[in-house]
């Protein structure tokens, strides 16, 4: 799976960072990044409760097979 985070939907309420913090991170536009692109199971499950609670939908898990997203970092 994939993780990706929304810029244009992002609001940099930061949830996702101090909740998951081994995956998100605030960046210096003050809007989430993605640390990693790539996540392993054990990581999918963080990921998708951060998915959850995201207030403005912009966390995304798509399926690596069928998507590549060349600026998200490693
Ligand atoms: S929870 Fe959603 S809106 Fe808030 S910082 Fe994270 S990605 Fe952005």
Redesign the pocket.
Known sequence: MKLR??PE?????????REVPEL?A?GADG??QAKRSALELPQVALAMG?LD???????ELLDADYFDFPNVGP
């Open positions: 985070v929304d939907r992002c609001a940099g309420s930061g949830h996702c960072h998100f605030r809007l989430c951060a609670r995201c207030p403005n939908g912009a966390i």
